[in-house]
């Protein structure tokens, strides 16, 4: 029963092209989604995160975009960088006292060629 | 200003022994967790600790798993007598503050392989 549905396991863009990587959730219990991006042999290491009260949060050239009615969200990266080439999580908590306990989709590696 | 170190990085073992997979926080965070990232899939929660507290242990299997954050030291994943389906990657993660924190600052892993 997967909960966070990241349905591209792969994709590759031009450099100074847009990104965009999408995530949909199923739990309406879902209050808060992040971005993590992972380079081989490394952690996961944080990005840019929305709370569910907003549409949008931008972070210089990372956005990410909800849909809450779709339960719908996604990251647009622009232009794109080769250095951007990682696998993306998308991960939801719920609100309160457990948001510490984060579901993660399987990811998308993101290739941008120079 | 280290992160979240983890080690070994790698740790290989046979059916039926024993795996130790250590976790020292980042700097100032009292608040360690462990998740688990099988082959394919995204990573899931097992456990949430605090100096000597399990605060949350409801991602963890039930046999075999345990984890401590002794006072003193680095967080411990045990898994006693390892079978094939427990090959993965376990990621610690820290936090400074607890629920509420919502960014975790992710190790870079410890990869199982049981032959």
């Known amino acids: 029963d997967q909960q966070v549905k990241q349905n591209s396991p792969s994709l590759s863009v031009q450099e100074g092209r847009i990104s965009i990587l999408n995530c949909d959730y199923t739990?309406?219990?879902?209050?808060?989604f992040l971005w993590y991006k992972k380079y081989p042999a490394e952690g996961p290491t944080f990005l840019i995160s929305?709370?569910?009260?907003?549409d949008k949060n931008e972070d210089g050239r990372f956005t990410v975009f909800l849909n809450k009615s779709a339960k719908h969200l996604s990251l647009h990266i622009v232009p794109s960088q080769p250095g951007d080439s990682a696998v993306y999580f998308c991960a939801a908590s719920p609100s309160g006292g457990s948001n510490y306990k984060l579901t993660f989709g399987k990811g998308t590696l993101l290739t941008v060629n120079p | 200003n280290a992160g979240v170190m983890q080690n070994p990085r790698h740790l290989v073992r046979r059916r039926g022994q024993e795996a130790r997979l250590r976790c020292s926080p980042m700097?100032?965070?009292?608040?360690v967790y462990w998740y688990r990232q099988l082959p394919e899939e995204g990573l899931k929660f097992m456990v949430y600790l605090q100096k000597e507290n399990i605060i949350d242990e409801s991602g963890m299997p039930k046999e075999r798993f345990s984890a401590e954050f002794p006072k003193e030291g680095p967080s411990i994943l045990r898994i006693q007598q390892v079978v094939r389906g427990d090959s993965a990657a376990y990621f610690c993660?820290?936090?400074?503050?607890?629920?509420?924190?919502?960014?975790?600052?992710f190790g870079a892993g410890s990869r199982l392989t049981v032959l």
């Open positions: 700097k100032g965070h009292s608040h």
């Open positions: 993660a820290s936090s400074q503050k607890g629920p509420g924190a919502n960014v975790l600052t």
């Open positions: 739990n309406s219990m879902f209050d808060y």
């Open positions: 929305i709370s569910s009260i907003k």
